[in-house]
């Protein structure tokens, strides 16, 4: 089901070396609901029919659904911790009397979206405007078993329950983990992708983006991905109201949100891409993927140094020698089958400028 809301304004897109973008215009602000026939379940598939089609430039609310703490009755499950039925979900508790099979092994994404005119070739500009709460509170699950281990599995021994249930507070960004305990929220989306070429599990992320659990990813980011298949046919969902770098019991505060996302289309630029990258208005995020870590910290750096060399005209020797003395490398996820690093490179270091829009 799809609505219209708000109008919204979009800043002209910035311009990539010599990038041609589709100019964004004032359109109304599409809102897709996270009901069962907009539900991609555990797969990112060329194969699925688009529930939304729409233009460079627009922007979309997209309702989505945690796929961790359902369990069978997620009224059950939430009550556990004084949560009142009232303040469950009408689509998470349709989502829990599906069969088990079909979303316990698997992120629940809303979409596909089709972007017109987007073809392989092409760059995906994805600007993240907001992530809004829809619910005041998350799980996280500390599991010892071997579906979803994390990084020490048996750290936890003789837990009772997988499950923790978190509460925060989305008008003071703050949550609650324990009496106490208190920490900043930072919602974003640990699924955003485009269609691969092939049906493949939504759980490993790669070049199309996908399951990158990358916790920069909030509101004022942008992210950028290949276009791959004929309307790139984006997803989204794994939403999270925060999570440390890492995310090394396997899940962050799993929590529905609403992300609003404005597309931006750039025609021929994605040609070249081996991986996503983002930006925000302080920093560049260089993403480097593989299996074993060591790896994909040597694919984030050989990436970062030809970031650096394409943007900012650096030499191979300088750039690399500017990655090791002043660039940050972190873990972005640890334990989804393909791990992703990320080189942080600040823009403030750089006296040649970029423009990017504005976030309010």
Not at 41 to 48: A, D
Request: glycine share 10%; hydrophobic share 40%.
């Amino acid at each position: 089901m799809i609505t219209k809301s708000k109008k919204l304004t979009a800043a002209s897109p910035f311009v990539i070396g010599l990038i041609v973008a589709f100019a964004a215009s004032a359109e109304p602000v599409i809102h897709l609901k996270s009901i069962r026939e907009n539900f991609v379940v555990g797969i990112l598939s060329p194969n699925i029919a688009p529930v939304l089609h729409i233009k460079s430039g627009q922007a979309v609310e997209i309702d989505t659904v945690a796929h961790d703490g359902f369990k069978d009755d997620p009224v059950e499950f939430f009550a556990t911790a004084g949560i009142p039925a009232r303040e469950v979900l009408p689509d998470a508790i349709a989502l829990g009397k599906l069969p088990a099979k079909d979303y316990t092994h698997g992120h629940v994404l809303t979409g596909p979206i089709y972007i017109d005119s987007a073809e392989p070739g092409d760059m995906l500009e994805v600007r993240i405007l907001k992530v809004t709460p829809r619910v005041p509170y998350g799980a996280n699950a500390a599991r010892n078993g071997v579906t979803m281990p994390g990084l020490t599995p048996g750290a936890t021994p003789g837990l009772s329950t997988d499950y923790k249930i978190i509460k925060f507070d989305p008008a003071k960004k703050t949550v609650h983990f324990a009496p106490g305990v208190n920490f900043p929220m930072r919602p974003f989306m640990g699924v955003m992708s485009v269609a691969p070429t092939t049906t493949i599990s939504s759980r490993a992320p790669g070049l199309y983006g996908g399951n990158m659990d990358f916790e920069k990813l909030q509101a004022g980011s942008t992210l950028y991905l290949p276009v791959l298949v004929k309307g790139a046919l984006f997803v989204t969902g794994d939403s999270h109201a925060g999570q440390g770098d890492g995310e090394v019991n396997g899940t962050a505060i799993e929590a529905s949100m609403t992300p609003t996302l404005q597309f931006i289309l750039h025609k021929g630029a994605g040609k070249a891409m081996t991986a996503p990258w983002a930006e925000d208005s302080s920093n560049y995020y260089i993403l480097g993927m593989d299996p074993d870590l060591n790896k994909a910290l040597a694919v984030s750096i050989k990436n970062t140094v030809k970031f650096l060399g394409d943007r900012y005209g650096l030499s191979a020797q300088d750039a690399y020698s500017l990655c090791s003395t002043g660039i940050d490398f972190g873990i972005a996820e640890a334990v989804d089958l393909n791990l992703v690093v990320y080189g942080k490179v600040p823009k403030s270091y750089f006296k040649k400028k970029f423009a990017y829009w504005a976030h309010s």
